[in-house]
């Protein structure tokens, strides 16, 4: 299920000015679908930040993109589906460093300042004959003046279990913000691997870039917990061309930048791997933010509670238990539980009647008064289905 | 599947002397299967040990048998199956001090030495009046001079979704350990509610039950972790009759529970519901034994690595993935994992061929080296299955 965007701002990475990309199909996927993903910022900029998994195993393109991106400075962005380059080696480090010589070598830029992402299976090498005739075709596109209006490809070339391409967009006063993503999850944890490439033709330092993104994807993508489990390679990434010669008033930016990381980050999460319902997850009325956060992560995480939901159960009981193994302030006997806007538990109590509840729907709200204090946070994810067992136990990913 | 026991020590909690028990059918279940479970110990000694779910939802029994273990001492267990009585506010707990009174009321003992336990669906109240008729009919069964052989009867009558019920003894120098359990989980974290009552004919004091019971239950239950979820009612019962008249030596005693409890965890795992493979995941050569179980822990709940497994398929990277999310002391490029012998994973990279893993039968072996140490620890966990999906959505529990 995808968000629709009923307004006409322009959508993804190509969306700001001062950007290229394409998406080809390079044939490291069995399916034959595009694989092979570049973005090329123009300038006049070239400033940039990223943020990665905190997973220790961390993948080859990880450990090459956080040197790329420690200067602030990066021309471009070469992504491959089809293979995460994670336990791989000294061979795998190689092969990443190849990636970005050869994309680097082609665009007639600096192979220091190409950032690399890589996803698909873990521990197994990428067929590098396939990836360097991949670059050389997706830089030949991009050099025959095309790839303006290539944000689209891009974000199909990075899928991979993703159903539908994420693409988002956000206009202000003179400037642009766009960006694409792939997987259904988030940088720690997630699920399958999330890669998000950002742009925009605002004017602004890579110091600035850095706290808006940090500040944005702690309450977007770090929200999103699809399935608790951390990827080896989440990236996101973003970048500024200066094309419209706008420089922002900051906090601005990075209240746009925080929603589009928020409409891309609920496009995972409607797209997660076999779910059937989308669950918001609200603890409020906490004592901190971080508390708030602990308690709705908590319930997320919990196979028994995320079961019922797929089942339409409304079982408060589950919420409870979860929420009962946290360090967050609260007094059991005070906790109210409401699902879709019944109050199935009230004081810690049995409340409303649960067969009030109606689980019927795609969208499921969860709310929890903490009674502690006036912080609150929200968590989204997805039910525990057949469907999530399936593709996870079917097939490698 | 059980453990087939090939000797013939006696099972249960009427193995040892000085304990009487039966299970009844109290009309709690809409199964009409028992439902009403009593352990009574006739002493000389009273002495008694008690472990709780750390969870801060607490059922009302939790709240009560604390009390009452408080002091060391014991007259008997009334366990109900049926009703969890968590959530359950002032009346919940109001039910279960009834229960107890009813109980020691009938038995002509002290009500604040009656431990009561209760396990079912979270969030409703217990219909009292078939409790308490339960009880009358429980108590008059044991006082008819029954029950020296009722073990077996009271570990049916404490199952919930358990597909068979489970008993275990030990039999050392002159005295004898025996026990039942019932659920698919543990102390902390536990799916469903584990229940578990231990008895012994041994002269111990209550210090040192405890001592024992805590050391025997960090290296057993507590490392079972089926599905990472703590209920609000989990307990484990130690009570001690001295009717032996054996003093044991403390450290044999710890041992053979140790190895007692072992054995029920292990039942408690190889039942859980809708599992296709029992895993057990061994951390060595850890800095730490704290290390070990981390990072032991942290791959039993990762739903991708239990999926894969499900399906057969020995996915390593997701071993790695979930190693990689811990704070134990190890190097990502120096870690060896093992599935059923076959070293997929070496030096943090692409060990033997992955194929020659074979996952189709039941019990599943996860080696994970961490060059770090030589302290080690195994978690015994479960598959995630659709049977699990199907249990956990279709029926509240």
């Not at 390079?26 to 400033?47: F, I, Q, R, W």
């Not at 209240?255 to 891309?264: A, I, K, N, S, Y």
Request: hydrophobic residues 45%; contains cysteine.
């Amino acid at each position: 299920m995808n968000h629709p965007h009923e307004n006409h701002t322009p959508q993804g990475v190509t969306a700001a000015a001062g950007f290229r990309a394409t998406g080809i199909t390079a044939g490291l996927k069995a399916s034959g679908t595009p694989d092979l993903a570049l973005v090329v910022n123009d300038g006049p900029l070239k400033n940039a930040a990223a943020v990665f998994t905190t997973n220790r195993v961390a993948a080859a393109p990880i450990h090459w993109s956080r040197k790329v991106i420690a200067d602030g400075r990066a021309e471009a962005v070469i992504l491959n589906s089809g293979g995460a380059n994670a336990c791989t080696g000294v061979e795998g480090y190689a092969n990443t460093q190849a990636t970005a010589e050869a994309t680097a070598g082609a665009l007639g830029v600096d192979a220091a300042d190409l950032l690399v992402c890589s996803t698909g299976l873990i521990g197994e090498q990428l067929p590098m004959d396939k990836i360097q005739a991949g670059i050389t075709a997706a830089c030949a596109a991009l050099q025959a003046g095309a790839g303006h209006d290539g944000g689209a490809d891009a974000a199909t070339a990075i899928m991979t279990t993703d159903s539908v391409s994420k693409q988002a967009g956000f206009a202000a006063t003179g400037y642009l913000i766009g960006g694409m993503a792939k997987g259904a999850g988030m940088l720690a944890p997630g699920l399958a691997t999330m890669l998000v490439v950002i742009t925009t033709d605002a004017e602004l330092e890579a110091a600035e870039l850095d706290a808006a993104l940090r500040a944005a994807t702690r309450v977007s993508f770090d929200r999103a917990d699809s399935d608790g489990c951390m990827s080896t390679n989440d990236t996101v990434i973003l970048m500024a061309s200066g094309a419209s010669g706008v420089r922002p008033d900051v906090t601005e930016f990075t209240e746009g930048l925080t929603g589009l990381c928020t409409d891309l980050a609920r496009q995972l999460i409607a797209d997660a791997e076999g779910a059937a319902h989308d669950i918001s997850i609200r603890a409020f009325n906490a004592a901190s933010e971080d508390d708030a956060e602990e308690v709705s992560r908590a319930v997320a995480r919990s196979n028994l509670f995320k079961a019922a939901i797929f089942g339409q159960d409304p079982n408060w009981g589950r919420v409870l238990s979860a929420v009962g193994t946290t360090t967050a302030a609260f007094d059991p006997d005070e906790l109210d539980v409401a699902i879709n806007g019944i109050q199935v538990c009230r004081s810690g109590c049995i409340g409303d009647d649960r067969s009030l509840v109606d689980l019927s729907g795609r969208d499921v709200l969860v709310e929890i008064n903490l009674h502690a204090g006036d912080a609150e946070a929200t968590i989204w994810t997805n039910d525990l289905t057949h469907d999530y067992v399936h593709e996870n136990s079917a097939y490698s990913s």
